[in-house]
């Protein structure tokens, strides 16, 4: 017994010196290392790379590893410096000051400046950033020295904090764009950033390359040689790529949700769906507000009741989403759960259209609506299709409506449509990416991604305005809350999933996701591991 | 001079053509619901009304329509093919970035099947219902039934995925390769595979049209009466049945060398091949008008051209036509 004892605390012992070296070794190896080609998969081919220029998905993620933002944010969503090395936002909220970083070199070899901050934030983005321009156009913005920015506002704007990422606050050079036709400069091809990867080629229809800045200013940085972005356009075969190990990295919607559990499994991969905290972006289904029956509060409950959202996320996008309770996305520092929630109940679903007089008739059917169903593909088809069966199941019969993108954004931006499916990135701030698609304000025909529904409440609106001038975090974060549980007590719209887009990668590739910004961090952290 | 008649009139019917092709496109595609302005903001996942005008602006959206075909044509006729709504560049680059590599792709299927094709088919119609015969019509059969994506998929499972032989995609290595020999082996170890899946459709086409135009020709009169002269069997084949049964494959052939330039857009896809096909599909979808009207009026071109040759090929093989013409 007592030798048993012994060899027991032998054996222990063992195990910790053991443990010890193996944990020395894992030290050793987990040392970052310089080199490395990076084969990523980028589809559909980008209109260009020039972030605000353009801002499809596919343009970001090599665009953001050429430009930078005054600074980033991490996963909860809180600023940390890029070229802005500390800031300072005034009690009032009426005055950002920004301190950049000094030697810091465009791509080209030329000093980047405060200038350059003043240009892109007057100039730059009014021009063409759609999505910023309103932000910005509150501003008005100096330069006292070559180091420091300040920003003034009239009256205080809450999301203005978190504005300043490379994707809503892209810094180009002054010098290479000041003067020029914005769109038609040359160097929208080749672009010039102060980020830790070179524009090196783009060869059509096959990839874009980016190599190494030598003069990053971050010393070290970053690891990667080069990256090559590689356009492939079949799903299937992208998947391939990676399983071959072809390609070591794939993101968003480039793996279809059906092979992403079978790629996570395989040892020389890893998934996370970490890194879409910025974009957040939430699935539902709109109802036109204007027509009947959907202008009927009881009416829009009893389709929430009707839809089985645990199905949804489970049965259609493979358990890679997450139920919402409302316009706020969960990973927002603004949401809260504190609503009107509605659970899958067909027989209450019929209760409510039995209260609004919607009898069925003598077969079965109480209402014939349309449903125009988003043309990403077979999972949005398959999305409209349980949609139909679930609500047949109460009585409102819908007859699916087919068209490609163009003819589906024609017809939801002129409010032609009773339902239809759809998802919109929340961004990284309710003022800037939710408050659009509720306040009455933005009821914009012809223009997308405004209030399509045509939701309108008068309190909504004063909340989200007052949340949005509202310096104080606590009071805005309050301020939410109330907008949350009016706009969920009226089913403004039914909020379907918070999608939960899959990055894939070699095992060997890490630093991948590191902020809230996920693939679309600059990558000057990220190695391979031998 | 007849022959310089017949290409004279060949130019001006072709010039015709590609006009009036030009012009209906560009109705076709504007009968097409969705505004291009509205799809990019789509793409960008933002928008309002300032961008909206903007491009319209930019692009002449925002004219009459008779003003747009008006400004388009007369463009067209001084070899501007105009600029692509969504990149910005001009279309023509775009195009004739991608042209070679379709080119090279369906040109080489186009190639490898018109001579393997003919030639399977002509030994199966010399030996109708032999072993090899069955075994080919079957072998044909589920080639042509297979859809192409599919046997894509399969080859690339076998031959790059289990054996590891041959590059999965793309046209050339992730890396490029250095040096002008090993390029160009480079791009044909990435060839083999697409242009046998394109070839192996066109050679299972071109089998069936051979063998049963070969096995009707045999029982003309002229086929027999060679036979009764005592001509040896396989010169009856070549010289008298083959030559004739060759007309319908020419047209064939001839109609297909025109849509060269568009007809691989599933091969293209599954291969991640960077051509021209691609290129229009997406244009499409993106309602990028001048992209798309670029690429069909270099496609009408092609088919216009491809008719003309076939149609002189076929004097030469059948002078009968060109004494009805």
Redesign the interface.
Known sequence: MRRRTTMGLMGRLAAVVFALVLAGAGAARAEPQQGG?L?STLW??P??IVIGI????PTLLPSSKIFEGLLTYDFALSPQPMLAESWEVSEDGLTYTFKLRQGVKWHDGEDFNAEDVVYSLTKFIPEV???S??TFARTKVTAPDDHTVVLTLEEPYGPLIRSFDVIGAPIVPEHVYNGSDI??NPA??APIGTGPFKFSEW?????IHLVRNDAYWLDGRPYLDEI?Y?????S??RA??L??D?VHLATQNDIELVDVARLAAMPHLEMTTKGWEWGAPISWLEMNLRREPFNDVRFRKAVMHALNREFIRDSIFFGLAAIPTGPIHSSSPFYTDDVPTYEYDPEKAKALLDEMGLEAGADGVRAKIGLLGLPYGELWDRLSQYIRQALGEVGVEVTIET?????????I?NWDVDMSTTY??TLSDPALGVARSYITENQ?K?????NTSGYSNPEVDRLFAEAASEPNEDKRRELYHQVQKIVADEVALAWLVELQWPTIHSAKLKNVVRNGLGPNDNFAEAYFEE | MPQLGFVLQWVVKALAVVLAITILNFFLIRL?????A??M????????????DQVRR?FGLDQPLAVQLATYVKNVLTLDLGQ?F????PVAD?IF??LP?TLLLTGTAYVFALIVGPLLGAIAAMRPRSVFDSLLMVVALVFYATPI?WVG?LL??VF??QLGWL??????S??PVKGALASTLDVIRHLILPAVTLGLFYIAVYVRLTRASMLETATLDYVKTARAKGLPEWRVATAHILRTALIPIITFAGLQAGHLVGGAIVV????????IG??AF?AL???DYNLLLGVFLISALMVVFFNMVTDIVLRIADPRIAGRA
């Open positions: 080609t084969n559909p081919e209109p260009g353009h801002l499809n998905a950033h759609p999505r321009r309103p769109r038609e929208n091809r060869a059509s229809g096959e990839y090559y590689r356009f492939i356009p079949d299937a075969s391939l790529a399983e071959t072809q068209s490609d993108v163009a003819g589906w954004g024609s017809r931006s919109l990135t914009r012809g223009v997308l991604f405004t | 097409a619901p969705g505004d291009p509205v799809v903001a789509g793409e960008a996942g933002a928008a309002d009304q300032q961008f909206l930019d692509s969504r990149t910005g560049r775009m970035e991608r590599a994506f998929l690339i499972l790059s995925v590059p999965p995609f793309g046209m050339q992730m890396i293209e896809t599954v291969f991640a091949w960077p051509g691609r290129l997406d979808f993106q309602r």
